[in-house]
């Protein structure tokens, strides 16, 4: 079975730093684009940060200049590098992956189970 796991979360204060990883596990033929998605309470789900299996990347204006989205694809896994953080990142933090399962055709979008976290101001 595929799944992601994700680990890094926890409370830090306002101006302080956090890293997110996600690592997929499972039978997986190649992976396209991964990224990050939080969902603050009361809020819709929305992008952070995307990237492609070539390395191309994709910031939410929000986290612009703070954040780096980084990728192993030979370890399958997605890291997010916090830097700056504020108040308003606090969320709980979603890993996501476009995944080829068996074979290049069999397509299928998966999300981690969440990691929480906190900035206090």
């Known amino acids: 079975q595929v799944q992601l796991v994700e680990s890094g979360g926890g409370l830090v204060q306002a101006g302080g730093f956090l890293r997110l990883s996600c690592a997929a596990s499972?039978?997986?033929?190649?992976?396209?684009?991964m990224g990050w998605y939080r969902q603050a309470p009361g809020k819709q789900r929305e992008l952070v940060a995307t990237?492609?299996?070539?390395?191309?990347?994709d910031y939410a204006d929000s986290v612009k200049g703070r954040f780096t989205i980084s990728r192993d694809n030979a370890k399958n896994t997605v890291n997010l590098q916090m830097n700056s953080l504020k108040a308003d990142d606090t969320a709980v933090y979603y890993c996501?992956?476009?995944?080829?399962?068996?074979?290049?055709?069999?397509?299928?979008?998966?999300w981690g189970q969440g990691t929480q976290v906190t900035v206090s101001s």
């Open positions: 990237i492609t299996s070539g390395g191309r990347t």
């Open positions: 996501n992956a476009d995944l080829r399962i068996r074979n290049y055709y069999d397509i299928k979008s998966i």
């Open positions: 499972g039978r997986i033929f190649s992976i396209d684009v």
